[in-house]
């Protein structure tokens, strides 16, 4: 019942604006080559640096106060562009910056433009290699003005400053470099920057990300958000593996979020930074029984997060399946075995039902905030999920009493879950959240009464604190662990529109019913996601463009980095809400696995497409097993049936997907579906 976890000192209302990471009207462009990570805010807020640079070590975390670029009482001012002439000053100014997203020989590049007096600026900002740790900006000045000037150009980090002078000649156009570099180890690396020639991607760089995945949906909105999930997904990765599961806020790892992003990884073609992840998550984030960390920590039985183990297994299973690297599963079958063995343990076993019981829930409560033990939908769900990775794993290393073993617990679980008229899942013929090992439904929390983590929120008022209805519910709609389009699927997610807009106004899901919120009330772009795939797989186009409006509008949807929730939050004692990077593991997951419907397993690949409303052609090619995968999926047009070609040669179309073996080689398909 410690709770000490959940209580953080970083006051944003100590120090310069810029320490704020939830600033209004601010959004953040992540870049990064796994040696240095940058964020590029540009702000509309007041008092805020409009265009300033957050410099970090991705190897160590911490809030965005720690950035080596960022003064505490002058903020990121000193890398903000300065332009000097005939005594008067200008730089960017708020609400006037033009800010997109775009490439370099390839390479994702934030370009932002402005103008003053007469001045027109674009600055890009890029990572040009993958073997130090330096990014460049590229400053490009014209002169619109018929009059010749000079020109001074100001800008540095903290105390150090650059300068350089220039002279302009009529309609006249100059380029500057600058490069940005971190030096020393430890947990505060020394930043530096200094005017260089202009850069010259390197070979690696280039084919690091020319080698991804390639995704043309046709649509402005769609391409957008798997474009910025594919640009930033990657770069906010140490070369270590390392990831800040909330970026600025938690400063911590968790096995859960990092599996999900190394499967998302593994799908946009990034294997190499997908395996390193999982690698890192084998060696430091699972003990020696089995058991997986979260928040950088190992739990009390009681409070084992079984779900993890479950999603490390299956995240496992795509990696092997997207790359064709079995050499990673037998240097640790040892420590997969002890992962999906670890759940099965009689203590977290119950008896009569055979469902796994504990004294925490999906989002993290725990006794402390009331949650009795009981069985936690999400951790059958992922368990059981897990298991049949497991099993597929066992099979192919030729540990075949393994296999049948986990095989037969997962279905034994999953029946469990789903079907046992008693202690199941399912409740007013809907999915539930927790049930209790007594068997009676947990509709209610109640926090122990000495828990006053922040007074304002709503779980610390009076009234009832209800747990359901609960977005996780989704999930199993989502990975098809029931039919999308039965009566149990629809009654669930029409018990999850009570999320939608609880004690807010402007759209989104929020994660569970308010009441029992012990952080601020307002909507998740994870949470919601888990929705749209569920609303996806169920055929309610407009729910799921709802939902994918909602992101593009708010903020943080122009440069694609979203904040874990939208709302008021008490900071201190709660962190300042930070960017969580499984929002983009989420968007991979629905164009890539539903929309694209390419599922690769162990031993082929499995093919499913749908389009939605609204898209009428796609086409990919996603890297798998060395070589393209070229796959076009197009509307019928009237009159005309559904049909399938693979290498030219037609197919039997069938609504259940099409499957082939590995050893096929697959490398083009065209789907013409209703």
Not at 144 to 153: F, G, Q, V
Not at 283 to 295: I, K, L, Y
Request: one cysteine or more; aromatic letters at 10%; proline letters at 7%.
């Amino acid at each position: 019942m410690d709770v000490k976890e959940h209580i953080y000192a970083d006051d944003p209302s100590r120090g310069h604006p810029d320490v704020r990471t939830f600033l209004p009207a601010t959004e953040y462009y992540f870049l990064g080559n796994g040696l240095i990570q940058a964020a590029l805010q540009v702000s509309a807020q007041l008092g805020a640096t409009p265009l300033g640079l957050v410099l970090m070590n991705p190897e160590f975390l911490g809030p965005k106060r720690s950035s080596p670029s960022l003064d505490p009482d002058r903020g990121l001012s000193a890398t903000a562009l300065t332009l000097v002439s005939a005594g008067d000053r200008w730089t960017a100014q708020p609400g006037r910056i033009r800010a997109l997203w775009t490439e370099t020989e390839g390479i994702p590049t934030v370009r932002a433009s402005w103008a003053a007096s007469g001045w027109q600026v674009t600055e890009s900002f890029f990572c040009p290699d993958r073997t130090r740790a330096r990014l460049v900006r590229v400053v490009c000045v014209r002169n619109a003005r018929r009059a010749s000037r000079s020109l001074i150009l100001r800008t540095g980090i903290k105390d150090a400053t650059l300068s350089r002078s220039a002279r302009f000649s009529p309609g006249q156009d100059r380029t500057f470099f600058i490069e940005y570099a971190l030096s020393g180890r430890g947990r505060a690396p020394a930043a530096s920057c200094s005017w260089c020639r202009a850069p010259s991607p390197s070979p690696s760089a280039r084919s690091f990300w020319e080698n991804g995945a390639r995704v043309r949906l046709h649509h402005p909105l769609l391409d957008h958000l798997l474009a910025v999930a594919r640009r930033q997904l990657p770069a906010v990765v140490a070369a270590s593996g390392k990831l800040d599961g909330g970026i600025w806020q938690y400063n911590l790892e968790w096995v859960r979020d990092q599996a999900f992003i190394s499967e998302a990884l593994a799908a946009l073609g990034f294997t190499e930074t997908a395996g390193t992840l999982l690698g890192r998550i084998l060696d430091r984030f699972v003990t020696e029984d089995g058991a997986t960390f979260d928040s950088s920590r190992q739990r009390p039985a009681e409070e084992c997060e079984f779900d993890q183990n479950g999603v490390l297994l299956s995240a496992l299973d795509a990696y092997a399946s997207w790359s064709g690297d079995m050499a990673f599963l037998r240097r640790y079958w040892q420590k997969i075995r002890r992962i999906a063995e670890f759940p099965l343990k009689p203590s977290f076993r119950h008896h009569p039902s055979g469902l796994l019981h504990n004294q925490r829930e999906f989002w993290e409560r725990h006794a402390a905030y009331g949650i009795e033990d009981g069985f936690e939908l999400a951790h059958q769900l992922f368990v059981a999920r897990g298991l049949g990775s497991a099993a597929g794993i066992a099979r192919l290393l030729g540990k075949n009493r393994e296999a049948e073993r986990w095989l037969r617990m997962g279905w034994s679980l999953r029946r469990a879950a789903f079907e046992d008229k008693r202690f199941g899942l399912v409740a007013d013929g809907r999915l539930i959240k927790r049930r209790l090992v007594s068997g009676e439904v947990q509709r209610e929390i109640v926090p122990v009464p000495t828990l006053m983590l922040a007074i304002d929120v709503p779980l610390f008022k009076p009234g009832r604190h209800y747990l359901n209805p609960d977005a996780s519910t989704a999930l199993p709609i989502a990975l098809g662990f029931i039919p999308a389009r039965g009566g149990l699927a629809e009654r669930t997610l029409g018990e999850l529109e009570r999320l939608w807009n609880q004690r807010w106004k402007d759209g989104g899901y929020g994660r569970y019913h308010v009441s029992s919120e012990p952080d601020s009330p307002g909507p998740w772009p994870f949470a919601s996601l888990f929705v749209a795939r569920a609303y996806f797989e169920a055929g309610e186009d407009g729910k799921v463009w709802r939902i994918l409006d909602w992101l593009g509008r708010i903020q943080g949807g122009h440069s694609g980095s979203w904040f874990e929730f939208y709302g008021p939050r008490p900071v201190p004692p709660c962190p300042q809400v930070g960017i969580v990077p499984w929002t983009w593991a989420e968007i991979v997951f629905l164009v890539i696995r539903h929309i694209l419907g390419v599922r690769p397993t162990l031993k082929g690949l499995l093919l499913r497409p749908r389009l939605p409303a609204g898209i009428d052609e796609v086409e990919a090619e996603l890297p798998l097993r060395g070589r393209v995968l070229r796959l076009a999926v197009e509307r019928a047009k009237a009159g005309a049936g559904p049909a399938c070609w693979v290498e030219g040669r037609r197919h039997p179309f069938s609504k259940q997907g099409f499957h082939w073996h590995h050893d096929k080689k697959v490398t083009t398909v065209r789907v013409v579906t209703k």
